[in-house]
Nanobody, 123 residues
Framework: VQLQASGGGLVQPRGALRLSCATS????????LSWFRQAPGKEREWVAA???????VTTYADSVKGRFTISRDSAKVYLQMNSLKPEDTGIYYC??????????????????WGQGTLVTVSS
C-alpha cells in the first residue's frame, strides 16, 4: 500500500491549489481517504474525508467547509482548495482507513499515511 501526496506550494491569500494523493496497492473505493494538515507549532488536524463505498459521501471540518472539495477517481484522491487563507498553511497528509463516521477525525483510525505536501499561504 502506498499513498503519495503532491501539489503543495506557495500561494497568495484568496488563491487556489489542488492537492493530489496517488494511491496503489488497494481498491480506493473500499476505504475512506482523508486529508489532515499540520500547521507550524500545532497538532495535526483532520480536514476532509471521502467515505468508502460507491456513494462517495464527503465530510469537512468546519474551518474549510465551502472552500475545500475532496474528490476521487479510480486511483487518486484530490483536495481542491479555494479562497485560501494564511491559516490554511501547513503540511497536508492523505490517509487511508475505515473509520466510523463518529471517529473520522481520529488519526488512530487510519492505517496508512502519505508523506505530506507543504502548503504555504502568504502574500
Amino acid at each position: 500500500v502506498q499513498l503519495q501526496a503532491s501539489g503543495g506550494g506557495l500561494v497568495q491569500p484568496r488563491g487556489a491549489l489542488r492537492l493530489s494523493c496517488a494511491t496503489s496497492g488497494f481498491t480506493l473505493r473500499d476505504y475512506t481517504l482523508s486529508w489532515f494538515r499540520q500547521a507550524p507549532g500545532k497538532e495535526r488536524e483532520w480536514v476532509a474525508a471521502i467515505r468508502h463505498g460507491g456513494g462517495s459521501v464527503t465530510t469537512y471540518a468546519d474551518s474549510v467547509k465551502g472552500r475545500f472539495t475532496i474528490s476521487r477517481d479510480s486511483a487518486k484522491v484530490y483536495l481542491q482548495m479555494n479562497s485560501l487563507k494564511p491559516e490554511d498553511t501547513g503540511i497536508y497528509y492523505c490517509a487511508r482507513g475505515r473509520p466510523a463516521l463518529g471517529v473520522i477525525r481520529d488519526e488512530e483510525m487510519y492505517y496508512n499515511w502519505g508523506q505530506g505536501t507543504l502548503v504555504t499561504v502568504s502574500s
